[in-house]
């Protein structure tokens, strides 16, 4: 399955691998290089260091550009008072009367300890297309599902501070 980008998400993609190609790679390389000059490197740890180092920004790289050639872009078509990419959401758990507020984001943006659901979660695949005052059901998995209340939906300001997530 393809993942599902937004432009504004491979752009970043796109700024990340320039800079992992001019400045992290000269880095490593140069760290490399500094390493094998001191001498016996069946011990020398900072070699081993400075290849990991090395080898773990050209996979980085390597996995970007596969993100970027194999993703699906979508656009936010929801209309501004409907759950959708980017917006705030607030929801009320009917289970036990607890309200959260979550920022729909695609999944390279995904971070539920600041509040930011993947669209392509169990509770960001039910709440897409809602409005306010909707009673949504999630459905975790096969035995487990509960119901939440759409309290509020809100456009989200344009962020560019939110990091893609690391690999």
């Not at 998400?9 to 880095?27: A, F, G, N, P, S």
């Amino acid at each position: 399955m393809n993942d599902r980008l937004t432009r504004n998400d491979i752009r970043k993609m796109e700024e990340e691998i320039e800079h992992r190609k001019l400045v992290i790679r000269k880095e490593a390389i140069e760290a490399v290089k500094e390493a094998r000059a001191q001498g016996d490197l069946s011990e020398n740890f900072e070699y081993y260091a400075a290849k990991k180092y090395k080898n773990q920004n050209e996979s980085r790289i390597r996995y970007l550009e596969k993100m970027i050639k194999t993703a699906e872009i979508i656009e936010d078509d929801a209309a501004d008072d409907e759950i959708g990419l980017n917006k705030i959401v607030e929801v009320a758990f009917m289970e036990d009367g607890t309200t959260e507020t979550y920022r729909l984001v695609t999944t390279v943006r995904n971070n539920p300890l600041k509040g930011l659901i993947s669209i392509e979660s169990p509770i960001g695949k039910s709440l897409v297309g809602h409005k306010c005052g909707d009673t949504v059901h999630v459905q975790v998995n096969a035995e487990f599902g509960y119901d939440v209340v759409v309290k509020s939906v809100e456009n989200a300001p344009d962020d560019d501070s939110i990091e893609l997530r690391k690999f």
